[in-house]
DNA sequence: ATCCATTTGTGAAGCGACTGGACAAACTCG
DNA sequence: CGAGTTTGTCCAGTCGCTTCACAAATGGAT
């Protein structure tokens, strides 16, 4: 049960897992990795030499291209080309999209379908299994598991709670229904299922604008209602039973439009695709995202659209102080719509946030548009390699004895 | 710099700490200590052993008074009438309270001293370094620590960043002004500074009604505005620079009283004491708690006074609800008055935060009212005992080493 | 009372992860 | 070219934990 020599309360990364992790995220200077995993260099050779034996990591003592310090140059280390990937996909209104990702966030070739009709759990998820399953029949790569997105709070257990927008009943469960689906078409990998915002927010942590923060606050609109993630420490935090950060219903407009919560006003209307394009008198036509889009590029010119975007905004900024308040994060995100309009009215919405953060220190948080052009799909597939993020050993030990029984990874001694 | 043969990346408790955490949050049985660490039965003989040698803990092998199982009977734990204590103070609106609490919770005597007036920063932590020093030059224990629970936000480095009502100016260095003098009284103790609901968090989470949750979520009103904080994992969420959980900002009431911050409505001015009188058409005395403990008494016969609880309690659902709905707590407790209005109106507390749930999970959730006399003051104590219950050997070490006249405290963390 | 099944504490041996010191390797700079 | 600096590796420990074996302490069946 317990990994060994080790204490397995929490559940907390191995070293080894710590330092595949670094290198996940960017980190490719040897010394670097010294310093950040706080071990001795002898104690990193010997973690490195292990990850080197698992074909996780490779290592190349040639020189640095460019390097200003004196001394020994360090080595590089980079992710192994042979090392596994992981499945992500993301359930959309219209459509699901699929993206193999490996170590590092190197993503393959985005495949996109269109959402069977009527789209009921059974057929979404019979298509994603369909198209799973067709990805590792051809896959060169071993897949160590899937991720799967969805517009939807997700329970711990892979349960969605209320895929409202797509029509679902509560309580679906979508994980071990994947999970069966797969194995009847011969595949058994993990399944894991998260919120689409929740892991976007994730994503954007481990390879985007979010690097680095310790307190990560993503808020993001797609095609309708707003979502958020929280990062702490590195860890998606997802609440006690996974719904947490369901942002779309604080209060941001006293009066507001009506909410399906039963309340008026909630963010989840007011900053949205659809309420930026009511602001501006227009139609919501399908899909609405192209078209919000250009209503906010239009902003440069026209004044109309101008005002739209601003009262959207004021709303947004009303939403994101709340949250800052309460959360106290060093770092705030925007992804979707909400990073558009941040490129067109950062001023107003830095501005907006600053006047209604209670304290100075929370006006000065960072507000930044996501980097990534699908943190969905890559967050949903970095949730599939977490097992293997924090505990290496275990994950690919499990993964070898399922085609070679006797085979025995060696240990440090030789 | 790193312990030894451990990752120093994170900070996060020894097994020696994890150890004397379980005995200090009163698991007193052996055998449930070596199931909790999941650890060996021998891991945790030779933990225990250490702890005893260090006077942290004793076991008593007798028999249990009563038992139900088969088998051998398992030692009891308990903490070493020796060990070493911690002082809380709580800074209230009129009086400045203080308190020593040892391992377990076990507290001592509260002495109590009303504020010098004006109410300057120099003058409270002068009052405060005064009391302190009394205390402990009486003191028959080891100190290992002062906490300071301020009616503030307060920043990571112990400066109190909005101590608007007692109207101190924004960025009071109350760690190293309370460490300074406290050191001109010969006194070099380590000093932690902490909002006071955020400490009340923590204390109902180890010792009172928030045992055992995993994401806690308090909240709380005393003299005015309403505070509140969040344990995860066992740790309070601070935030990033130390503000989190100022919930006294979301907007609960459209179009209602104008708060300081500048919205309408706030939960702050719409939840405390002094909206409740004002609810109920009475003035606000001096001091207010009684007359609002008194309002919520009467309510059971009065109906004005009814109808004053359940407008409240109204608001402080809906400002609840914003709150589940972004954390996904597992557990709620209240403190102070909401403990009040949980007491005779829990019905429509729980209805009206269910109402506004946005999924049936969260309506779901448990709301307690807090079980503990002075949170604030027991949770200051917590984080000043903090670093003992997270590496017991090096604090005891450096204890130690105090008596060398070269050691200097470190002024805060966390 | 006696034996048995069960649970708990303890000692011995060993392993895995890490440290510290010593040394060789690789680079920059003068 | 050598001096100074930084980096990777070998070797011998240490520390925290495990496994195995056994003794101690109980309740229940006989």
Redesign the interface.
């Known amino acids: 049960?317990?990994p060994r020599g080790q204490?397995?309360?929490?559940a907390?990364p191995t070293?080894l897992g710590?330092a595949l992790m670094l290198v996940h995220t960017g980190y490719g200077v040897r010394s670097e990795l010294t310093d950040?995993?706080?071990?001795t260099r002898t104690a990193t050779g010997t973690v490195l030499r292990d990850l080197e034996h698992l074909r996780l990591v490779r290592t190349i003592p040639g020189p640095r291209p460019e390097r200003g310090g004196t001394g020994r140059p360090s080595h590089r280390v980079e992710i192994h080309p042979d090392a596994p990937v992981a499945l992500g996909v993301q359930v959309h209104y219209e459509s699901v999209a699929l993206l193999d990702v490996g170590l590092g966030g190197v993503a393959g070739q985005i495949v996109e379908h269109r959402l069977p009709r009527p789209a009921t759990p059974e057929a979404v998820l019979g298509l994603v299994a369909d198209l799973v399953a067709a990805r590792l029949a051809t896959a060169s790569k071993r897949c160590v598991g899937l991720g799967l997105a969805l517009p939807s709070?997700v329970?711990g257990n892979g349960t969605a709670?209320?895929a409202l927008h797509l029509n679902w009943p509560?309580g679906v469960p979508v994980a071990s229904i994947t999970g069966d689906l797969l194995a009847a078409r011969g595949h058994r990998i993990p399944v894991l299922v998260g919120n689409d915002a929740n892991l976007a927010a994730l994503a954007e942590h481990r390879h985007g604008a979010g690097a680095g923060?310790?307190?990560l606050l993503y808020v993001t609109t797609g095609q309708c209602g707003v979502g958020?993630g929280l990062v702490?420490?590195g860890r998606l935090?997802?609440?006690?039973?996974?719904?947490?950060?369901?942002?779309?219903?604080?209060?941001v407009r006293?009066?507001g439009r009506p909410c399906h919560?039963?309340?008026?006003?909630c963010l989840d209307v007011e900053a949205d695709p659809s309420a930026l394009l009511a602001e501006a008198g227009l139609p919501t036509p399908e899909p609405i995202m192209p078209a919000a889009r250009a209503l906010v590029a239009a902003s440069a010119s026209d004044p109309a659209a101008r005002a739209a975007v601003l009262a959207v905004t004021r709303r947004l900024a009303a939403g994101l102080a709340?949250?800052v308040?309460?959360?106290?994060?060093?770092r705030v995100v925007l992804g979707g719509l909400h990073a558009d309009l941040l490129a067109v009215a950062a001023a107003e919405l830095r501005d907006e946030v600053a006047?209604?953060s209670?304290?100075?220190?929370?006006a000065r948080v960072p507000i930044v548009a996501g980097r990534l052009a699908q943190p969905g799909l890559l967050g949903a597939a970095e949730v599939a390699l977490q097992p293997l993020l924090d505990d290496p050993r275990t994950v690919l030990r499990q993964d070898r004895s399922a085609h070679h029984p006797e085979y025995r990874p060696q240990g440090t001694s030789s």
């Open positions: 049960m317990s204490a397995p309360d929490t907390r070293t710590r950040r995993l706080g071990l709070a329970a709670l209320a509560v923060a310790s307190d958020g702490l420490d935090h997802t609440g006690s039973a996974g719904y947490a950060l369901e942002v779309g219903h604080i209060p006293p009066g919560c039963g309340s008026l006003g709340s949250l308040n309460v959360f106290n994060p060093d006047r209604r209670y304290l100075d220190q929370a």
